[in-house]
């Protein structure tokens, strides 16, 4: 079963606006991470945030995250073109990095 | 950042045929891998989890008599899909960690169609 649900599902923005990309999950976690995954490819890890952390930023991208909501924000800042791929969020519990990812976010931006 | 490898790309077959996919780390040594599938615009579903030298750990639903994984180096993983039909096109994804991390490096992925 699905751990992460991302929302929105689909989201369309003109380049160099912002992108907010939203998950919430179920059960307790240790991490949280973000993946980028273009079309017919392979997934780019973004970032990892521990269960501990709060907020985490990296380059154009800002994550947060609320144990107490059991969700994250992935924050994408004055976005591109290239930015145009499927954003997942995957939480793992411990235990042999087992991960469960979210249905994932389809991001379009448009130059 | 470290290189996950798939082979092949892409792989069209028969029916009731088999089908090999290799997954290999390139510049670390993968204590555990993981194969995925992910079906057109859904997210990835685990599969199993496989450690070097040992048997894989299927999750519920996954017939490990029709997908069979041996992770028999630390370097390579295959995923052997058996008398392959229809319904077991996708895209098949890998990702391999190290000891020290909980991060994934994925592999680009193989598109299995199966006519």
């Known amino acids: 079963s699905q751990q992460g649900e991302e929302d929105p599902q689909a989201l369309s923005i003109q380049e160099g606006e912002n992108a907010t990309m939203n998950c919430s999950y179920k059960t307790s976690i240790n991490n949280l991470q973000w993946y980028r995954q273009n079309s017919g490819r392979g997934l780019v890890h973004l970032i990892l945030i521990r269960s501990n952390e709060r907020e985490k930023h990296s380059g154009r991208l800002r994550v947060t995250l609320d144990t107490s909501k059991k969700s994250s924000s992935l924050l994408i800042t004055a976005s591109r073109a290239a930015d145009t791929a499927s954003y997942f969020c995957a939480t793992d519990s411990g235990g042999y990095q087992k991960v469960t990812f979210g249905i994932g976010t389809k991001l379009q931006v448009i130059p | 950042g470290a290189v996950v490898s798939q082979h092949p790309s892409w792989v069209i077959c028969k029916s009731g045929t088999s089908v090999k996919i290799e997954c290999r780390s390139l510049d670390f040594q993968a204590t555990t891998m993981f194969w995925y599938r992910q079906f057109p615009k859904q997210s990835l579903m685990l599969m199993a989890t496989?450690?070097?030298?040992?048997?894989?750990?299927?999750e519920q639903g996954v017939e490990k008599d029709k997908f069979l994984i041996n992770h028999a180096s630390l370097t390579l993983s295959t995923l052997t899909v058996t008398s392959a039909h229809p319904e077991d096109s996708s895209f098949y994804i890998c990702?391999?960690?190290?000891?020290?991390?909980?991060?994934?490096?994925f592999g680009p992925g193989t598109r299995l169609t199966v006519t």
């Open positions: 990702s391999a960690s190290g000891n020290s991390s909980y991060e994934q490096y």
């Open positions: 496989s450690n070097e030298g040992s048997k894989a750990t299927y």
